[in-house]
């Protein structure tokens, strides 16, 4: 069994490279089905969500090439539709992406439904409004989803109920090569949803207004194949910064791009924390100043993002006074409090709200990572607690954060994963 070993409550100095956004790779990788030629992907993070997604396009028949950069070639001449294994499909929530691109390739696709972090209902009824404003039938099993066209798919508009991310995405997928002007309004306007549509539009494609609540897809007959570098993790720097600031210590953090982070370093001012930013970097510094009770609300992009919602939660714990913390985007996203009450925070939830009364300082306790980000903020408030800290099923924690415990330990956090061998009955 692997475990987080953390010697909290030592300061942190010193510089940390961001590197490639989970959640661009991802749709990033499966839009390469729509190329049908050799893709180089670079800037990719080495996390098992991305391997996990190259190994179901190597299923379905693409060919992967790890170059010696560490960028990927990508080669989808040769892709089997319908044919991505339930096993695989079932591991992560970003595997619907090939409804999307089957979609806009085949005219069909059938798939298992995702998996991912567990925030209760996550329902795809966004993605299915706009395949069907397409002219695909959908039909629903227990496990899985069907996706067709006796009549061929049509270009078309779509209004979302609500901007999100994944419907975005699986309809621009569907549309990029579908004849005549799709319009999507109410679109999510997340800086992965840009990325994704400057890598469509360096292949060929004609996609405009990502970024913004209108998007416009006129499509193509073909794409072609090119080299592309993804966004930095955004997600992953507000880790890192907040990391900073709940443990009086000052992190620049590298190769970001500072707008991406503008509502999380709003948040850290209005708490007292010291920002810099630079053109490609921020620093982050807190010496010992107390940390104000705020209000947060998580909310689709330019607001505070939902992914960083259990990091700034342990922020919360530290901070003078009550806080509140409300989600605005999941439904379950505060399963990780219980393991933030083991080490002493004070947590009320009520449906969607966290109401938090803060402490100069929280205590070590064997923990565990119920999530992904989950598992990022059981790090933080290990490295800002004095003593020993635990943390068990760090898997989620591999999912999607690239070197995570080398990166702390360069910066002076005293902490390692240990394996510890399994305990039976009978002591074997």
């Not at 096993?87 to 439904?113: C, D, I, Q």
């Not at 803060?358 to 990022?376: F, M, Q, S, T, Y």
């Amino acid at each position: 069994m692997k475990k987080i070993y953390i010697n909290g409550g030592k300061p942190l100095l010193g510089s940390i490279e961001v590197g490639g956004m989970k959640n661009a790779a991802l749709p990033i990788l499966f839009s390469t089905i729509l190329v049908e030629d050799k893709c180089i992907i670079e800037n990719l993070p080495k996390i098992s969500d991305i391997k996990t997604t190259l190994n179901i396009l190597t299923a379905m028949g693409a060919k992967i090439r790890e170059l010696s950069n560490g960028s990927i070639e990508v080669d989808t001449k040769v892709i089997n539709c319908g044919s991505m294994p339930d096993e695989l499909a079932h591991t992560m929530r970003g595997s619907y992406y090939v409804l999307g691109a089957e979609l806009g390739r085949f005219g069909w696709s059938e798939a298992a439904f995702p998996g991912g972090c567990d925030f209760g209902s996550r329902p795809m009824d966004q993605h299915i409004k706009g395949f069907e404003a397409l002219g695909a039938t959908v039909i629903e099993n227990e496990d899985s989803i069907k996706c067709s066209s006796e009549n061929g798919l049509k270009a078309a508009s779509v209004y979302l109920d609500v901007a999100s991310v994944g419907a975005t995405i699986n309809i621009m997928l569907a549309a990029t090569k579908l004849e005549g002007l799709t319009i999507i309004d109410n679109a999510a306007r997340e800086p992965h949803v840009v990325d994704l549509a400057n890598f469509l539009n360096s292949c060929g494609a004609d996609i405009s207004g990502a970024g913004t609540e209108v998007i416009k897809i006129r499509g193509v007959k073909t794409l072609h194949g090119v080299s592309y570098a993804i966004i930095p993790d955004m997600i992953e720097a507000g880790t890192f910064m907040i990391a900073a600031a709940a443990t009086n210590s000052t992190l620049t953090i590298t190769n970001v791009i500072p707008k991406h982070l503008e509502s999380i370093t709003a948040k850290l001012l209005e708490m007292g924390v010291t920002v810099t930013e630079l053109d490609d970097a921020v620093i982050v510094s807190r010496n010992g100043t107390p940390l104000k009770r705020i209000r947060v609300k998580t909310i689709f992009y330019p607001g505070f993002p939902t992914d960083m919602q259990p990091q700034i939660c342990v922020l919360l714990c530290l901070a003078e006074g009550q806080s509140t913390l409300t989600e605005g985007v999941f439904d379950n996203r505060f399963k990780y409090t219980d393991e933030l009450i083991r080490m002493g925070a004070n947590i009320t939830v009520q449906g969607r709200t966290a109401t938090i009364e803060g402490k100069p300082e929280l205590h070590c306790a064997n923990i565990r990572a119920v999530d992904l980000r989950g598992g990022a903020a059981m790090v933080i408030a290990g490295l800002a607690t004095k003593g020993v800290t635990w943390i068990d099923d760090i898997y989620h924690i591999e999912r999607g954060y690239v070197d995570l415990i080398e990166k702390l330990r360069a910066v002076g956090a005293d902490i390692k994963k240990v394996d510890i061998p399994d305990i039976t009955p009978n002591g074997n």
